[in-house]
């Protein structure tokens, strides 16, 4: 995922942090792309073109924010600002990654929330939809080259397709039994590299100090009462199980949001991952998006949508700060841990199968709404048509979203939408 852009500079002094500070906002604005591409801008940014990181450090730092549960981009970003300029450094790199887009999509869940049934808004909405499910089976394709290295791993994935589609079982639970298959599946057993000695005390108090913030906005946002308190729970929970990226974690965020807690619609939830596609930052802000329409759905004001939102926006990013800067000290030897890797390369599989459950799952939501029997033709149309512009012609972001919004423009200005 780190493909190197050119050569780095020698490692050089970091720069002063009001000096860095116009380089992290910057990544955060035009962090477009999903991970690969953010992550092809924090190398070009930080370590080609100003040569403050070494690009081996870059690439630990990379392999063990993969490792986390959590956006590794918005974690490597942490951690690249804490080798720099230590926890406030970590703080601000990391920030200024999410709060662009974050801010960027509760403005675009609010048009969506309260002009959402203007025909035309709904035609833009109708005609991303089926470029989005698109572009997921894209990832999908990329992780199983990825992850897929042999027949147990396809078993692992159409165990976890079974488990989510057909039984229902929990996504947590489910994430847990790939870890553990896959520390136990045979394989490699490369030698494990030794740590040294973990700073425990900074470990122990970056994370209980994340405990206690997590906790302290819990009560002061209103705790267990509604929607706070589900807020709460799923953001967090979500957040701790989002190994293998943000189409991994989907499915469960959005049957809870939708099925469970009954916040949106699952194609409004489709409309939200299309926002965080076209939008900059990490595509687990859709969460951000999810976390609006909690409060939306509640009493449908503006005050109470933006504190959902911004709560879950918190309680998402708060645990992946935590980690990343508590082990922020032994990144650069952590990242090699044997056990670690065979545990992610079974969660790796799993979401091969989880992403699929994902892909039925929006597929469902946009061209059969209203049931099986009564199909939405122009979105599967205009899907199957999607299908060799994402896959051979390899359109940006940009440009994709920008031809499905022209799409339902004109199927709408047709009579056709």
């Known amino acids: 995922m780190s ?21 992290w906002v910057k990544i955060g604005l035009l962090s477009f792309g999903g991970p690969a591409g953010q992550i092809a801008l924090m190398q070009d940014e930080v370590v080609t073109k100003r040569g403050w990181i070494p690009s081996e450090s870059f690439d630990r730092g990379l392999a063990f924010s993969m490792m986390l549960p959590g956006p590794e981009a918005q974690q490597l970003a942490t951690w690249l600002g804490w080798r720099l300029h230590g926890l406030a450094g970590g703080l601000i790199a990391g920030s200024a990654f999410v709060v662009p887009g974050a801010a960027l999509m509760l403005l ?9 049934d203007i025909p035309l808004v709904a035609a833009i909405f109708a005609g991303i939809q089926p470029v989005v499910i698109a572009l997921v089976l894209a990832a999908l394709k990329k992780i199983a080259d990825r992850s897929m290295k042999g027949p147990l791993h396809w078993a692992l994935a159409a165990a976890a397709f079974i488990s989510l589609w057909f039984l229902g079982l929990p996504f947590p639970l489910v994430i847990a039994a790939a870890a553990l298959a896959g520390f136990l599946l045979p394989g490699q057993r490369s030698s494990t590299i030794s740590a040294g000695r973990i700073p425990w005390a900074h470990v ?4 209980g100090a994340a405990v206690l913030l997590i906790s302290t906005v819990f009560a002061l946002a ?21 190994f293998g990226g943000a189409y991994a974690v989907l499915p469960y965020v959005a049957g809870q949001a939708v099925q469970i807690y009954g916040w949106l619609g699952p ?3 489709l409309n939200g991952l299309a926002i965080a596609e076209a939008t900059p930052g990490p595509l687990i802000l859709v ?3 999810a976390g609006f329409f909690a409060g939306w759905s509640h009493d449908s004001t503006v005050a109470t949508a933006l504190a959902t939102g911004a709560l879950a926006t918190f309680y998402t990013f708060a645990p992946s700060f935590a980690l990343i800067l508590a082990f922020a000290p032994v990144v650069e030897r952590l990242y090699q841990i044997a056990w670690a890797r065979r545990a992610l390369d079974g969660v790796s599989a799993a979401v091969v199968g989880v992403i699929a459950n994902l892909v039925l799952f929006l597929a469902a939501a946009s061209f059969f709404p209203i049931g099986w029997e009564t199909p939405e033709w122009p979105k599967i149309v205009l899907f199957l048509i999607s299908l060799p512009i994402v896959f051979w012609w390899k359109l940006g972001m940009l440009k994709l979203v920008g031809f499905g919004i022209c799409a339902g423009v004109g199927l709408y ?3 056709l939408g």
């Open 222 to 242: 209103g705790g267990s009462t509604s929607p706070f308190g589900g807020v709460a729970t799923l953001f967090t929970t979500a957040a701790l199980v989002t």
């Open 204 to 207: 122990v108090g970056i994370i």
């Open 108 to 116: 675009l869940a609010w048009i969506a929330a309260a002009h959402g």
């Open 287 to 289: 969460n951000t998006y």
């Open 3 to 23: 493909a190197r852009l050119g050569e780095a500079r020698p490692d050089k002094s970091p720069p002063a942090l009001g000096s860095a500070l116009p380089v």
């Open 267 to 269: 194609a409004d939830m």
């Open 413 to 415: 200005l047709s009579g």
